[in-house]
């Protein structure tokens, strides 16, 4: 090692240093990044820090000759990706599930360890590291649109639970309806007793529901206005606006998937995998992927299986895999899940307009 600062600055590298082959891992922090030089042999050249802003990146890195950057997917990983990409250098973003060498050390684990992992795993072979690629920056600013009515739905559902429980303790009921209209058609149902602390909340409720109405017309103008591509994923039943651009934005680039049926495994939506000899147990889905997409495929995949749902091959198939019992039925749905977003994808990537019934139509 030449030389080791408790602060990298801006600086450029001293002459001595041929950053040609270099591998640059770079452990994030909110506050300061921990970074670990290599050169193209393996050998640490050089330890420090630097703080986690755009300036203090921007000088860090702008004099030094494209090398390879390793970092982990994170809250900062975004736009740190990019700049650096900007800089010209090669940006690896790590997806931390599978980089489980630095999650399950129990030696020496430290920021400075992380960050030499991290460049050694980059070193020997990026594919270790199941590199993500981030969304662009407009995407990323639409994406924000979504998660934030995903916030607002969670509140008011918490509150209108909270509503729900305190009126039930009394030994009261309120009437079921959607939580759209909660808070006007229950308010005449609250105990008086409950009223001064209830209607707070009840005002609440209100507020959020005409907030998530606002964020609802502004996912469909967003559709309207960028992405027509959303716009012929809602040809299918089920799939609404916020389903079809969370889809969209969620995947980004469609091309990434040479074939359709890949997008199941990438959300999670395949049994997990575990044989051993002759030995294959029946495991659960595997989670993996995007949390929030695959909730509302499942979402989707049930109002497609329920009353409402529309006559449809995937409707037909579901239901003739749910007949079998409850269990079935949760098989079912999550099938239906994986067969929706496969199908999502190929209307994407073809610009096809939807048959609701193809396969009864190519038997005829």
């Known amino acids: ?30 506050q300061y990044s921990a970074l670990c030089l290599l050169d193209p042999l393996g050998e640490v050249i050089e330890e420090g820090r630097v703080r986690t802003s755009s300036p203090a990146l921007t000088q860090r890195f ?28 090669e940006v690896i973003v790590a997806n931390p599930r599978k980089v489980r060498l630095i999650a399950e050390r129990t030696q020496k684990k430290n920021d400075r360890s992380d960050a030499e992992t991290l460049a050694r795993l980059g070193r020997i072979d990026a594919r270790l590291l199941n590199p993500i690629a981030h969304r662009s920056a407009q995407a990323q600013t639409d994406l924000a649109v979504i998660r934030a009515r995903r916030g607002l739905v969670a509140a008011r559902t918490l509150l209108i639970n909270h509503v729900r429980g305190a009126v039930k303790s009394t030994g009261a009921r309120l009437p079921a309806c959607d939580a759209h209209y909660f808070h006007r058609k ?33 996912i469909v103008a967003l559709i ?24 969209v934005l969620t995947i980004g680039d469609p091309s990434r998937f040479p074939k359709s049926r890949q997008i199941g495994p ?38 497609i299986l329920g009353y409402r749902g529309a006559d449809t091959d995937l409707r037909r198939w579901g239901l003739a895999r749910a007949a079998s019992g409850k269990s079935a039925k949760k098989r079912a749905v999550v099938g239906v899940a994986r067969k929706l977003a496969v199908l999502l994808h190929r209307l994407w990537v073809t610009g096809e307009a939807y048959m609701p019934l193809r396969q009864e139509v190519l038997a005829s």
């Open 1 to 30: 090692m030449t030389g080791m600062a408790d602060v990298i600055t801006g600086e450029a590298p001293g002459p001595q240093i041929s950053w040609k082959g270099m591998t640059v891992g770079l452990d994030v922090a909110d």
């Open 62 to 89: 702008r004099s030094i000759s494209p090398c390879r950057v390793i970092l982990e997917v994170g809250t900062h990983s975004p736009w740190m990706s990019r700049l650096l990409a900007d800089l010209g250098h």
């Open 186 to 218: 229950v308010a005449g149902s609250v105990p008086r007793d409950l009223l001064p602390a209830l209607v707070p909340l009840l005002t609440t409720i209100a507020g959020l529901t005409a907030e998530i109405a606002a964020v609802d017309k502004r």
């Open 224 to 247: 309207r206005d960028h992405y027509p591509e959303a716009g012929r994923l809602r040809q299918v039943p089920g799939v609404g606006p916020l389903i079809a651009l969370t889809f």
């Open 266 to 303: 990438y959300l999670g939506l395949v049994p997990r995998q575990r044989a051993s000899g002759d030995r294959v147990p029946e495991l659960g889905i595997s989670k993996a992927g995007n949390v929030y997409l695959r909730q509302l495929l499942v979402n989707g995949a049930q109002h």
